[in-house]
C-alpha cells in the first residue's frame, strides 16, 4: 500500500499544503491546497479539511506522515509558524480518520526515521520528484518506513 506525505507553507497569510504518494518507488504529488485569498483562518482550516477528507477518500494508503515546523529562535516567524501549526493540526487529524497510522515529524526527525539526516532525506526527495515539492517527498519516504516498520512488528 502506498505512503502519504504532507508539508504545510504559508504565503500571505494563506495556507498551502503539498501531498505526495509514494507507491513502489515512485513519488507523485496527489494533494495540493492553497487557501482562497479573503478567507479568515478559521474558514481557511474548514477548506483544508474538507478538501483532504474528500481527496483521502480516493487514496489508499497505509500510513501517512505530516512534516511539521522545524524550530526557529527567530520570533518574526511567529505568525507564519501560529498559521502552519494550525494547518498541520487539520492534517493530523483529518487523515487519522482515515489512516490509522499518522505522525507528524520535523525533518531532523524524518531524516532518522530514514536512518539519514535532514539534508540527505530532503536532497533524495528532491531528486525523487522535485524541489517544489521535497518536503512532503521526505514525508512520503519516512511514511514508507513508517508502514514497513509496523510490518516487522
Do not use: W
Not at 69 to 82: F, G, T
Amino acid at each position: 500500500m502506498p505512503a502519504l506525505g504532507f508539508s504545510c507553507s504559508v504565503r500571505d497569510r494563506r495556507i498551502v499544503v503539498r501531498g505526495v504518494l509514494l507507491r513502489d518507488g515512485t513519488a507523485e504529488e496527489v494533494f495540493h491546497f492553497a487557501a482562497a485569498r479573503g478567507e479568515d483562518l478559521a474558514l481557511q482550516m474548514r477548506s483544508l479539511g474538507n478538501a483532504l477528507d474528500t481527496r483521502l477518500k480516493d487514496l489508499e494508503v497505509e500510513s501517512v506522515v505530516v512534516r511539521t515546523a522545524d524550530h526557529y529562535a527567530a520570533r518574526s516567524l511567529a505568525e507564519y509558524v501560529a498559521i502552519r501549526l494550525r494547518g498541520e493540526g487539520v492534517l493530523l487529524s483529518t487523515a487519522r480518520a482515515h489512516v490509522d497510522r499518522v505522525v507528524c515529524l520535523t525533518g531532523r526527525a524524518i531524516g532518522e526515521r530514514c536512518g539519514t539526516s535532514k539534508p540527505k532525506i530532503d536532497a533524495r526527495a528532491a531528486e525523487l520528484l522535485s524541489e517544489k515539492q521535497k518536503e512532503a517527498t521526505a514525508a512520503a519516504l519516512a511514511a514508507e518506513r513508517l508502514r514497513s516498520d509496523a510490518s516487522h512488528l
